[in-house]
């Protein structure tokens, strides 16, 4: 492929996915990197000391990641006129798994969203969100040391799609006009509403559970929990909720059972090896997280639910800093950070670089590089035992000790085990 403004290192090989869908990684991958704006620069070149470290270590030479650097962002326009240049989806394309940091939208029109159209261009249907506890780091609940859960939120649907129309538009009075006359919505719709839209498809609803059942069996997770608002929004979440189950039943009927059968014909036993899939009302979800988390493993969720509970549960266990995600498709994965590019402390080597790193560590286990993965969260788990910390989890520790992201990224590396 040729790229305009970019050379991609002569020394790697690209990432490939079989027809069956099967990663293969070579031992010296080619992986692009957007390193990000404001503490975007910062955190990436921590991640890849740590990442690099870890490789290094575990594979003694004999594999390493190749390091691309791509555009993206502010950051992006030094070089070229747009915030995500054909060249950074080009290199995604070209080598398939890709590593972001956090991306400013510049203020002010003509500039499309990023990661609405990098979901777009690369069909990243599946929105990833591991949530996970280390030990020592401040928490607002009682027993953090029980949440390790997965969101997986549906990406693309939902009153995200967005399709509305503003109220007194035209448009909105035309669709008023046509639910009230045809199809026999009555007062209950004010003709000073403004109107929006809730698709959920069969084929996005299907493909989201499909990929999250097979990241539960890939990572040996035992519960998938379908979280919904069916009883209220029957043709959509309650919808979601029916072809989840329904993509279990059908297509891996040997590995999954569902929580029904369990209690009516196992006399509450899970068979051996078999996945549980359940449901639960979103609402009543929120209440769960907190009351019993560790009966969670994998939620799959539709676009909204999955957007509200991805905070509320980052939040349990320590904030943005710590908070890793990746969007992912049936070929292409973005890993990124959640959080966004926090100017205020740009280029300050300051906040904490774990939300990438953590995505990184998602990224080495999604390439099957389970080892140095494995060891990366060892290291964390040790650097925060040993209370020399970035200054967000100083602040919420007793006898914390501030250092810099750098330091912070030092201290894991000597954590390696
Ligand atoms: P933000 O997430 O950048 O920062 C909010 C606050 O969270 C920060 O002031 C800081 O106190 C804390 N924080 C964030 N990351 C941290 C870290 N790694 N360690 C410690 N503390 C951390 O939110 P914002 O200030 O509303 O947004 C700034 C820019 O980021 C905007 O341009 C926004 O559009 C963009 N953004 C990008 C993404 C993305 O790229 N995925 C996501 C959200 C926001």
Redesign the pocket.
Known sequence: MQFEKITPPADGQAITVSRSGKLQVPDRPVIPMMD?D??GPD?SRATRRVIDAAVEKYFTGQKKIIWFSVYAGEGALTKYTDILPADTLNAIKQYIVALKG????PVGGGFRS??VTLRQELDLYACVRPVRYFRGVGSPVKKPQLVDFVIYRENTEDVYAGIEWEKGTPEAQKVIEFLKTQMGVGKKLRDDAGVGIKPISETGSKRLVRHAIRYAMKHKRKRITLVHKGNIMKYTEGAFRNWGYEVARDEFGDETITESDVTKNHGGVVPKGKIVINDRIADSMFQQILLRPDEYDVLATPNLNGDYLSDASAAMVGG??MAPGANMGDVYALF??????????ANQDK???C?VLLSGVMMLEYMGWTKPAKAIVKAIQGAIKAKRV?Y?LARQMKGGVEVKCSEFAEEIVKHLP
């Open positions: 990000g404001g503490i955190i956090p991306l400013t939208t990023l990661n943005l800093g990124e950070a959640t959080h966004g590019s926090a100017p205020k402390y906040v904490n670089p939300s970035t967000d």
